[in-house]
């Protein structure tokens, strides 16, 4: 399932996370992992909603890690927020914590 936040699509389960990826091609992928909860998250939500905006070639989403806990799990996700970065499907990049100049390099760099 896939549902949108702030132009941002939300990928609630392990088919949609699949399809996301299917989907983008060889586009650069940039995932956010975020939990409600998490303060750091939502402080720099705004940021990953304006690059998503900003950098149409470039696919951006979310995965709730309390929603979707198979794919946290899969990605090994340990803390949040944490972005990966995949091209083609395959982890390219990390970027743990919510470092706001890190992550407009990393988009700027990979895509």
């Known amino acids: 399932?896939?549902?949108?936040?702030?132009?941002?699509?939300?990928?609630?389960?392990?088919?949609?996370?699949?399809?996301?990826?299917?989907?983008?091609?060889?586009?650069?992928?940039?995932?956010?992992?975020?939990?409600?909860?998490c303060g750091p998250c939502q402080r720099i939500a705004p940021l990953f909603n304006q690059l998503a905006d900003e950098n149409e070639d470039v696919v951006f989403v979310k995965v709730d890690v309390d929603e979707n806990e198979d794919v946290a799990a899969a990605c090994n996700i340990s803390a949040m927020p944490t972005f990966q970065y995949y091209r083609g499907g395959k982890k390219i990049e990390e970027q743990i914590g919510a470092d706001p100049e890190k992550l407009k390099n990393f988009v700027k760099t990979l895509k």
């Open 1 to 37: 399932m896939l549902r949108l936040r702030g132009g941002v699509a939300s990928l609630a389960d392990t088919a949609a996370w699949d399809a996301a990826h299917a989907d983008a091609g060889d586009k650069l992928v940039v995932v956010d992992f975020t939990a409600t909860w």
